[in-house]
C-alpha cells in the first residue's frame, strides 16, 4: 500500500542552523502539507500546498519557513535559522483531490527535530 | 479557529472491552477524522465521516457524527492490547485546508 515517507526520522541541530526536512507523498496525490506536534501538545497545521505554491499557511508559518517541491517527488519544508522552540515532531501529510478538505490526509512517520 | 476537543482524556480498560471516546468541535464542519498514534511514532489514519453522515463503521471502529451538538464518538469494540495508543479527531473545514486536530486521548488497553 503506498505510503508517505519522510527522512530523517531523527534530527538534531544547533540553534540558529538551518534545517531541511523531506517528505515523499503519495505518488497520485495534489495536496501536500506540513503539521507539527511540540512534545505532550496537539498536532498544528502549517502550510499545505497545491499546484507549486502555498495555498494556505498558520500563523506558525512565518518567514523562518520555506517549502518546495523540487522534482515531481520531493516536498520539503525548511527551517532557515532554527530556534529551541522549533523542537517537535514534524509530519508531512498528502490528500488527493484538489479541492476542498473532503478527502482523507495521509501522514508520514514524522521526523523528529531537536534544537539545542 | 476550529478545533477539536477529546474527552475524557485518558482512558484505561481490560482487554474485550469497548473504548469511548468523544470530542466536540465549535463552528461548522466538511469532515472529521479520526487518528491513531502510537508513543512517538506517526499518525495512522483510522476513519473519515462527512458532515452529511451520522454513523460509520469500519471493522471494529464504529464513528458518529452529531452535527447539532457539534460532537463525535469513537467506539472501539473488543479492544485488544495492540489498540493502546493516543487517538485523535481532526476537523476538516469546507473550502479550507488545514485539519484542526483535538488534543488526543490516552488509551492503555491492559491484557
Known amino acids: 500500500e503506498p505510503e508517505v515517507t519522510q527522512t530523517p526520522s531523527h534530527q538534531v541541530t544547533q540553534m540558529g542552523q538551518e534545517v531541511i526536512l523531506r517528505c515523499v507523498p503519495i505518488?497520485?496525490?495534489?495536496?501536500f502539507y506540513w503539521y507539527r506536534q511540540i512534545l505532550g501538545q496537539k498536532v498544528e497545521f502549517l502550510v499545505s500546498?497545491?499546484?507549486?505554491?502555498?495555498?494556505?499557511k498558520s500563523e506558525i508559518f512565518d518567514d523562518q519557513f520555506s517549502v518546495e517541491r523540487p522534482d515531481g517527488s520531493n516536498f520539503t519544508l525548511k527551517i532557515r535559522s532554527t530556534k529551541l522552540e522549533d523542537s517537535a515532531m514534524y509530519f508531512c501529510?498528502?490528500?488527493?483531490?484538489?479541492?476542498?478538505?473532503?478527502?482523507?490526509?495521509?501522514f508520514g512517520p514524522g521526523t523528529r527535530l531537536t534544537v539545542l | 479557529s476550529q478545533q477539536g476537543e477529546e474527552d475524557p482524556q485518558a482512558l484505561s480498560i481490560q482487554e474485550g472491552e469497548n473504548a469511548t471516546m468523544n470530542c466536540s468541535y465549535k463552528?461548522?464542519?466538511?469532515?472529521l477524522q479520526w487518528y491513531r498514534q502510537n508513543s512517538g511514532r506517526g499518525l495512522v489514519h483510522l476513519i473519515l465521516?462527512?458532515?452529511?453522515?451520522r454513523e460509520k463503521h469500519s471493522g471494529r471502529l464504529r464513528v458518529t457524527l452529531d452535527t447539532s451538538k457539534k460532537s463525535s464518538s469513537l467506539l472501539i469494540t473488543a479492544s485488544r492490547a495492540a489498540d493502546t495508543a493516543s487517538y485523535f479527531c481532526?476537523?476538516?473545514?469546507?473550502?479550507?485546508?488545514?485539519?484542526?486536530f483535538g488534543k488526543g486521548n490516552q488509551v492503555v488497553v491492559i491484557p
Open positions: 501529510a498528502s490528500r488527493t483531490t484538489g479541492g476542498g478538505s473532503t478527502d482523507t490526509q495521509y
Open positions: 505518488s497520485n496525490h495534489l495536496y
Open positions: 481532526a476537523t476538516g473545514l469546507y473550502g479550507n485546508n488545514r485539519l484542526a
Open positions: 500546498f497545491y499546484n507549486n505554491e502555498i495555498s494556505e
Open positions: 465521516i462527512r458532515s452529511n453522515e
Open positions: 463552528t461548522s464542519i466538511n469532515n
